[in-house]
């Protein structure tokens, strides 16, 4: 996704300009190579995004509108917060950097897991999926552990370099803003995607597989995976 807004890292520390990126391959894998912020990918090199998407008690999402004078995007409305991962950083430690330097939030995401990952052209967006308030605790599956408190606007570290301002947004209200030009030109299949996975662990919806003959709890499907699960783990 942050492909689609500049391919560069934000941060409000030191130089951005001077940021480092530790490159991957398809796979995944470190090459052990980096590259700094403006310079041309090589062949075959990617980088790291993240993503991180926070949703309050009632469903709606914490929106940013990023600032009147950055180089991507200017002055149009964002999901919460995200940017490029620099090197020594791991998906997680990037993410909880970006959200605290553009919000002023501090995470610990330890132990938690993207919700999802895009594959973009230079590289892998890894998605984080949080909750926070009264429905915290019932984030599941890749987001166990990663309960928020409320979060109240007013105590924001904004505006800031990064960010002009921020607000609670229905999945409704960002579909008309990204149809008015107000948005970042995210697909809206890709918007659903965001709020359809809220809470949830896999893109399987067990209740409904249940439902069908053979795929009840003692059917394969029914059994949340695991079946699939233990067969790949004896047969890798």
């Known amino acids: 996704m942050k492909e689609a807004q500049e391919n560069t890292p934000t941060s409000t520390s030191g130089d951005p300009a001077a940021e480092v990126w530790a490159m991957y391959d398809a796979d995944r894998i470190p090459t052990g190579t980096t590259m700094t912020r403006g310079e041309k990918f090589r062949p075959g090199e990617l980088h790291m995004v993240v993503t991180v998407c926070i949703f309050g008690a009632d469903g709606r999402m914490l929106i940013q509108r990023r600032a009147d004078d950055k180089a991507g995007w200017p002055g149009l409305w964002d999901f919460t917060t995200g940017g490029s991962v620099t090197a020594g950083e791991s998906s997680r430690t990037g993410a909880e950097r970006e959200v605290f330097e553009e919000l002023g939030i501090r995470l610990d995401l330890t132990g938690v897991r993207p919700s999802f990952t895009f594959n973009f052209r230079h590289g892998f967006d890894d998605v984080y999926l949080l909750r926070a308030g009264d429905n915290a605790g019932d984030n599941a599956g890749n987001n166990a552990g990663a309960d928020l408190p409320p979060v109240d606007l007013a105590t924001l570290a904004i505006p800031n370099a990064e960010v002009a301002e921020a607000a609670w947004a229905t999945r409704e209200e960002i579909h008309e803003l990204n149809q008015r030009g107000k948005f970042i030109p995210y697909r809206a299949s890709a918007i659903d ?35 699939r699960s233990e067969t790949d783990a004896k047969n890798p």
């Open 193 to 227: 995607f965001v709020f359809d996975m809220v809470g949830r662990s896999d893109i399987m919806d067990l209740a409904e597989q249940g439902s069908r003959p053979g795929t009840g709890p003692a059917g394969f499907w029914g059994q949340g995976n695991s079946a």
